[in-house]
């Protein structure tokens, strides 16, 4: 169900003329990872972590990761980058719980998946 969601944000996050009207944000002129500075380093770990939920399609995907797992082993940034990760896994978590509980939310997400894509 992750990949479901992932192709959701992706479409969401992602400015692009298949997006059509779909377009909310487009996190990725967030993610500078030369920024030195602490609120320019806390912006672009909320972008990676945006970027690293719409999962690896994303253009910016690598990156992203990237600049979590460099962060993650820092010992300023550690703490917010970790946090970053262990919500994406919780949120993979989350949804399958869900889809175990509830066998309906999976075919909701599938169909706005594929109405999306």
Known sequence: ???????????????SEEAGGAFVFDPVPQL??????????VQSLGAAFLIALAGPD?????????????????????????FYQEGIELIRQELATVCEREPGFGDCLRGLAEWVA
């Open 32 to 41: 500078d990872e030369t920024r030195t500075d602490e609120p320019g380093i």
């Open 58 to 82: 994303h253009p910016a995907a690598e990156r992203a990761n990237r600049l979590l797992d460099e962060m993650a082993a820092s010992s300023k940034w550690a703490a917010i980058a970790g």
């Open 1 to 15: 169900m992750f990949r479901q969601l992932a192709t959701i944000l992706h479409v969401l996050l992602q400015q």
